[in-house]
Nanobody, 119 residues
Framework: QVQLVESGGGLVQAGGSLRLSCAASRSIFSIAAMGWYRQAPGKQRELVAAFTSGGRTNYASFVKGRFTISKDNAKNTVYLQMDSLKPEDTAVYYC?????????????WGQGTQVTVSS
C-alpha cells in the first residue's frame, strides 16, 4: 500500500500562483508514473501534468506554459507549480502514483486538495 499526502491548495485571485505538493510513503525513484489530475464540479477527472517512465513529462494543453511539474526523489515528493491561474482552473486536484510490482500495475490516489481561483 502507498499513501499519498497532498498539500498546497487554497484560494487565490486570477493571475496568482500556488504550489501543490504530493508526498509518497514509498520511494518514487523508479516509479512508473506520477502526476496530477483535477476534477471540477460536474466534470470528469482529467490529467493536468505527469512524469512518465524515463522521466518524461506530459502536460495537458490547457496548462502548458503556466504549470510546471517537478519532483524531489530524495523526499519522495512531486510538485505542481501553478502560475497565471485562471478561474477555470478551479477544481479539486488529485495526486496519482502508478507503481509496478512484479509486473502488475497499481494506481494510488491522494485525498485531493481544493484549488479555487477567483476572478
Amino acid at each position: 500500500q502507498v499513501q499519498l499526502v497532498e498539500s498546497g491548495g487554497g484560494l487565490v485571485q486570477a493571475g496568482g500562483s500556488l504550489r501543490l505538493s504530493c508526498a509518497a510513503s514509498r520511494s518514487i525513484f523508479s516509479i512508473a508514473a506520477m502526476g496530477w489530475y483535477r476534477q471540477a464540479p460536474g466534470k470528469q477527472r482529467e490529467l493536468v501534468a505527469a512524469f512518465t517512465s524515463g522521466g518524461r513529462t506530459n502536460y495537458a494543453s490547457f496548462v502548458k506554459g503556466r504549470f510546471t511539474i517537478s519532483k524531489d526523489n530524495a523526499k519522495n515528493t512531486v510538485y505542481l507549480q501553478m502560475d497565471s491561474l485562471k478561474p477555470e482552473d478551479t477544481a479539486v486536484y488529485y495526486c496519482n502514483a502508478h507503481y509496478v510490482f512484479t509486473d502488475t500495475g497499481y494506481d494510488y490516489w491522494g485525498q485531493g486538495t481544493q484549488v479555487t481561483v477567483s476572478s
